[in-house]
C-alpha cells in the first residue's frame, strides 16, 4: 500500500525532504537483530511506501511539491538529487505570488482555484504510479499564510476527489511568542477546514520540538534545520513498517503494561479497545531501541482554546479582517470557525 505525500509551502517542503531521507536512510540501515531476510523485507516494503520506480537506479518519492514561488522547491529538489540516495520527480509545482502578501485568504480562495487543475493533475500522476493506494500525507504549516490557506484547499479538494483514501495532515503548531501577527486568525481557519475534510490531524508544537533540541539534544544555536530534523525522526518512527499485535514478534511486556490502565482512557471505550501496539524487531534508524506513541486526548485542549481566543480577541474589535475579507472570506466565515472549534474544544473537556 503506497502514501502519496502532498508538501505544502516552505514548511512543508523543507519537512519533507528530511521526512523521506530519514525513511531512506532507515530502510537502508540493516540491523544486527533483525536477519538478512527482515532486512530486506523491511526495506522493500518501505520503498513501497513511499518511492516509486528507480530512475537510473535512484529512487523516486511519492510526493508532488506545491509553494508560492520556486526558490523553496527548487532549493529541496537539489537538496534531495545531491544526497544522492533518492530524489524527487519531475512533477513538482511553484505558484507565484503576485502582490498578495502571505494570506490566508487569497491561498485558500483565489490561488487554490486558480491553480486546482494543475495541482489535481500533478497528484493524479503520482497516483497512478500506486499499484495500491492507502492514501496521502499532507504536510503543512497551520499558521504561516498563503500556503496554510492553499494546504486547507487541496486537502479539501482531496476529500471531493479520493473521498475512500485516507487524508492525514501533519500540521506544525505555531509558537505561542507568535510568528505572525495574524497567526491566530489563519490557525483557526485552518483547523476548522482541516476538520471538515481530513481523517486525521497530526500536530507537532513548535515550542515542544525546540524544548527536545534545548533540553535532550542540548543544541545551543537552535534553527530551522534542527527541529525539521527532529520532526522527521518522528513522523518516520511512526511510518515505519510495522506488524500488529497479534503477530510473530516478541511482545516487549513491561514497558507497555502501564497503558492497560482503565484510568488513562474515556469511560465509554475498553483499554482493549482504545489502544493498538504495533511493533517490529527492527528499532527506527541507528537507535538501540526506539517507541512512538500517537495518541488522542486532551492535551491540545490548552493550547487550542488559547488560540481560539486570542482570535476572538482580535475579531472582536476587527483588527484584520479587511486582509481576508478582500479576498473571499467573509466575517460568517470567521464565526463558523470560532463555533465549529468551541465545541471541539468543548466535546474533548467531557472526555
Avoid at 533518492?86 to 491553480?115: D, I, L, T
Avoid at 489535481?120 to 500556503?147: P, W, Y
Amino acid at each position: 500500500m503506497s502514501i502519496v505525500t502532498v508538501q505544502l509551502g516552505q514548511c512543508g517542503n523543507q519537512i519533507g525532504f528530511e521526512v523521506f531521507d530519514a525513511l531512506f536512510i532507515d530502510s537502508h540501515c540493516p540491523q544486527r537483530l533483525s536477519s538478512k531476510r527482515e532486512n530486506e523485507a523491511y526495506q522493500a516494503s518501505c520503498k513501497e511506501r513511499f518511492f516509486s520506480e528507480e530512475e537510473n537506479g535512484v529512487p523516486i518519492a511519492r510526493a508532488v511539491l506545491v509553494d508560492m514561488e520556486p526558490k523553496v522547491i527548487n532549493q529541496t529538489l537539489s537538496k534531495a538529487a545531491q544526497s544522492g540516495r533518492w530524489k524527487y520527480g519531475q512533477h513538482s509545482s511553484f505558484c507565484q505570488k503576485q502582490g498578495s502578501g502571505n494570506n490566508w485568504a487569497y491561498g485558500y480562495s483565489v490561488h487554490g482555484p486558480r491553480h486546482e487543475e494543475s495541482i489535481r493533475n500533478l497528484i493524479q500522476k503520482e497516483v497512478e504510479k500506486c499499484d495500491s493506494l492507502s492514501g496521502f500525507f499532507i504536510i503543512m504549516s497551520m499558521a504561516g499564510g498563503t500556503g496554510s490557506g492553499l494546504g486547507a484547499f487541496v486537502t479539501q479538494n482531496l476529500q471531493d476527489q479520493y473521498s475512500n483514501s485516507l487524508k492525514m495532515n501533519q500540521i506544525i503548531w505555531p509558537y505561542g511568542t507568535g510568528e505572525v501577527i495574524v497567526q491566530n486568525y489563519n490557525s483557526i481557519l485552518t483547523l476548522s477546514h482541516l476538520y471538515r475534510s481530513s481523517d486525521a490531524l497530526l500536530v507537532h508544537e513548535n515550542d515542544a520540538v525546540h524544548k527536545i533540541c534545548a533540553k535532550l539534544m542540548n543544541i545551543k544555536q537552535i534553527s530551522f534545520s534542527d527541529i525539521n530534523q527532529v520532526l522527521a525522526h518522528q513522523l518516520g518512527s511512526v511510518f515505519q513498517p510495522t506488524y500488529s499485535a497479534e503477530g510473530s514478534f516478541h511482545y516487549r511486556r513491561n514497558p507497555l503494561e502501564g497503558f492497560k490502565d482503565p484510568a488513562l482512557y474515556t469511560s465509554w471505550l475498553e483499554p482493549v479497545n482504545a489502544f493498538n501496539v504495533w511493533r517490529t524487531q527492527r528499532a527506527f534508524s541507528k537507535y538501540e531501541k526506539s517507541a512512538a506513541l500517537v495518541s488522542n486526548s486532551q492535551f491540545l485542549v490548552k493550547p487550542l482554546d488559547m488560540i481560539v481566543g486570542k482570535a476572538w480577541n482580535m475579531f472582536a474589535s476587527k483588527a484584520y479582517v479587511h486582509q481576508y475579507t478582500k479576498f473571499g472570506i467573509e466575517e460568517e466565515d470567521f464565526l463558523d470557525s470560532f463555533a465549529l472549534l468551541e465545541q471541539v474544544v468543548a466535546s474533548y473537556c467531557t472526555l
